[in-house]
Each structure stands twice: as structure tokens, then as C-alpha cells.
């Protein structure tokens, strides 16, 4: 059994014993370690067969020169995110909690996708009704302010999420749904920017979109 859990590691405690994994795959960059070097987690008497070979590099598992100052940037970064885990279930997840009350207050028609089910403390999916996903982050970016509308691994793709819908949403909101990552670097005065600023958008978004024909008949 593998599991992918790139976007846990750093941000949840993940014990391999407690969730019963024969591989388990993390990233660096997603716990503020350098990007391009990941690591494999192997239960020992696991003998995977190697995509790439040529090499004894990695014990014969994989072939090619090692990123050595990537792993050890990974785990250094690694061992920090570990001392950071009570932070992350406290202070960031009390930041985030506060961006999506700040956000459900100020502005109409606004649904927290997974809101009272377990979820990560620093992420949030939020719907905005009737505003157009890619619409609103043009517009934060020209604020400095960066989101998502979905997943990186689906960037460049123009279909909406499969996770958003067969999480039961209707298909005229799976393009209103925007990304939040926050991290323990994130500042209150950044998250009350964004409360300031989005608002006002949504509604700008919302005003300016195009009307729907209504259907025949």
C-alpha cells in the first residue's frame, strides 16, 4: 500500500506504523524545503522494482547522481516542520478559521467546501457564488496576493476539479471555488489584507459577468 501524503507531511502529525503503509511518498517544497527533492518512505522488506536503471545509486532503487544538498536541505526543513506542528494546530489554524468567518461576514453567498469534516489547519476551499474562480485571482495577483483554484497537479488544465465535484458540488460552482494556503510564516495583517481587499471583488466579478441566455421556450 503507498499513499501519497505531500500535502500532510509538515502540516498533521503522519506516523507510517499508525496508518499501516508500505510506501509513503513526501515533497520538500511543501514543507519550506528546497524544491525538486522528495523522499520514499520503504517498510523494511519492501523491495520495490526500479523505474530507472543504469546506476547503484539509492541501493539499486533508482539510478542517477544524488541531489545531496537537496536531501539534506529536506531534512533539515523536515526536522523544523516537526518542532512547528503544535503551531500549525493552533495559531494557523486559528488564522485560518478566522479568514473564512472574516469572509463568510463580509460577503454574501459564501460556502466553506469541507467545513466540520477533518481538514488540514492551513488550507481553505472556499465557493463564491456566482463569481468566476480565474476572474478573482487575476485580481489578487495585481494585489500581491496569491491563490488557487485548484490543485497544482492539474495546473494548465481548464477542467474544473474532479475532487470539488465528487465532493457533490453542482457543476455551474465548480469554477467559483478558490484555494487558500496559509503556512506558519503567515502574518494576521496578511490574512486581514486579503479580508479587506476580496470583498470587494467578488462583488466586482459577480456584477461584470456575462448574463445566461435563458432556455427556449
Not at 500532510?8 to 508500505?22: C, E, H, N, S
Amino acid at each position: 500500500m503507498h499513499t501519497d501524503a505531500v500535502q500532510a507531511v509538515g502540516k498533521i502529525p503522519v506516523g507510517v506504523t499508525d496508518l499501516r503503509v508500505d510506501f509513503l511518498s513526501m515533497s520538500a517544497h511543501k514543507f519550506h524545503g528546497p524544491k525538486g527533492v522528495g523522499a520514499l518512505y520503504l517498510r523494511s522488506g519492501e523491495v520495490p522494482h526500479p523505474l530507472i536503471r543504469g546506476g547503484e545509486q539509492e541501493r539499486g532503487r533508482r539510478a542517477g547522481t544524488e541531489n545531496v544538498t537537496g536531501i539534506i536541505g529536506l531534512g533539515h526543513a523536515c526536522s523544523l516542520a516537526a518542532e512547528a506542528l503544535g503551531i500549525m494546530d493552533t495559531e494557523v489554524r486559528s488564522l485560518r478559521d478566522d479568514l473564512e468567518s472574516g469572509l463568510q461576514r463580509l460577503v454574501d453567498k459564501v460556502q466553506v467546501i469541507g467545513a466540520g469534516a477533518p481538514r488540514l489547519p492551513n488550507t481553505s476551499s472556499i465557493l463564491f457564488h456566482g463569481a468566476d474562480a480565474e476572474a478573482l485571482i487575476a485580481l489578487l495577483d495585481m494585489d500581491g496576493i496569491c491563490c488557487s483554484s485548484g490543485s497544482a497537479c492539474a495546473a494548465g488544465s481548464s477542467e474544473p476539479s474532479h475532487v470539488l465535484r465528487a465532493s457533490g458540488l453542482a457543476d455551474h460552482d465548480l469554477k467559483s471555488v478558490l484555494r487558500f494556503s496559509l503556512s506558519r510564516f503567515t502574518r494576521r495583517s496578511e490574512v486581514e489584507a486579503l479580508l479587506r481587499l476580496l470583498p470587494a471583488h467578488v462583488q466586482q466579478v459577480r456584477f461584470t459577468r456575462p448574463a445566461v441566455a435563458a432556455p427556449p421556450g
